[in-house]
């Protein structure tokens, strides 16, 4: 099981509307490949945890690097885990202030 953690920037374009619709999408694939994780956006500042089987997360990591939404796309942390912090949540949205108090009050 791996856990891995990035950040990016969305491209200047990208609506409320859009990105709404970017982590509705993700949730739908990511329950269907078995990938968890959260989302936390501040402006156009994306940080991501996905967590899931090491196959599942690299695939999904490399389209995320294609992605032409994403730029400045830093990886934080790769972790092999042996269990899944965020089981319940194919892809949740959490204000960024709430992923940073959450990651230290669990990681």
């Known amino acids: 099981m ?3 953690a990035y950040i990016s920037q969305l491209e200047a374009d990208m609506t409320d509307e ?3 619709q970017m982590i509705e999408a993700a949730a739908l694939a990511n329950a ?5 994780g959260v989302i936390a956006l501040e402006g156009l500042r994306v940080c991501q945890v996905i967590e899931g089987e090491r ?3 690299d695939r999904l990591f490399s389209n995320i690097m294609g992605d032409t939404r994403h ?3 830093i990886e934080l942390d790769r972790t092999e885990v ?3 912090r965020y089981p319940e949540w194919s892809m949740v949205r959490l204000p960024m202030v ?3 108090l959450h990651a230290y009050a669990v990681l």
Not at 32 to 36: F, N
């Open 18 to 20: 859009r990105i709404a």
């Open 82 to 84: 042996s269990a899944r």
């Open 2 to 4: 791996l856990r891995l």
């Open 55 to 57: 196959a599942d997360v």
């Open 98 to 100: 709430d992923m940073v």
């Open 71 to 73: 730029t400045a796309i």
């Open 32 to 36: 269907s490949h078995g990938v968890t």
